[in-house]
């Protein structure tokens, strides 16, 4: 007998993936219905019966202001790289100084060391543009230093402190949902970093992202101390369903760094449109990333968990 309602706004794209988790996690306890949902949510798609359950609802995108405000809810959230930073910071999670970027400022070095990293703040997840120069620079930087395609020519930038990850630029995805793993990526940039001795151009020239489509080699990384320090992350925030944390490693010390974790919703990497159109091999991405460890299963049991804990 059903005792519990748990509804997941979903991306269209997404549906199918959740609908196979829905089936999975009925298996599991059948007292909770999981009820999948495309993009918008309304009372009249859900069974009346099931309205006057305790219910959870997640929303991994469009989430409404009063829709289901009496039902316990999880929902997607649009957080600005400060506004992060400023919560890593309060939260005592190892992370990076940042700052909007302007044309003329100074940066501590004390802070910020000898190299940071200039990178956009809209225009986000291509890995272009991404550039690494000597902090003692920055106050001599004029737009007319950048190529004349560079995203700094239709972007807002960010300047943060620049952490050396190894030969190459790298960086870690983990992918938390419900406070679970259900993968960990990693992404290592297929360009040696700029020799600074060639100068101020050629480092606006050359992009440091390790998320550069078509530049970049991912791989499947079994690596626990990078898994619990994005569920460290993703512990200190109480009302988002999903989080795809990017993670860097010093390769110095081995200290981990928190850059981001993407509580935005378009994080569902194993069927998105976003990585529909990167041009890689989304197929074999997205069956290593369902294979590692079993993602949809443990997706499945993470709902119920939740179910348990939240629905009201």
Known sequence: MIQKTVIIVCRNESLEDFNQIARRAHRLDSTVAVIPISEHLHSSLIAKPLLNLP????????PPDKEFHLAGKLAVEEISKIKEYEHFKK???SCLPIEPFKFGM??????????????????????KDINM???????????EDFPEDHLIRRDQYYVQKFVYTGDKPEHYRVLVFLDTVLYIRKNESIFDYPNLNDGLKSSLSRTVGSNYPRHRKHSMANDHEIGQFALK???????????????????????????????????????S???AKMGE??????????????????AAEALIRKAHELAK
């Open 273 to 275: 449109n976003f990585t």
């Open 106 to 127: 100074s940066l501590d070095s004390s802070i910020y060391g000898e190299l940071v990293v200039l990178k956009p703040q809209t225009i986000q997840s291509t890995g």
């Open 233 to 271: 992350v993703s512990a200190t925030y109480t009302k988002h369903p999903i989080f795809g944390v990017d993670v860097v490693r010093e390769k110095n010390t081995g200290t981990l760094y928190a850059l981001e974790t993407n509580p935005g919703g378009n994080t569902w990497h194993f069927s």
């Open 281 to 298: 091999d989304n197929k074999l991405r997205r069956e290593q990333c369902l294979k590692q460890f079993n993602a949809f299963d443990r």
């Open 133 to 143: 120069i000597p902090t003692n620079l920055i106050p001599t930087l004029k737009l």
């Open 55 to 62: 219910m959870l609802v997640i929303f991994l995108c469009n």
């Open 91 to 93: 939260n005592h999670i």
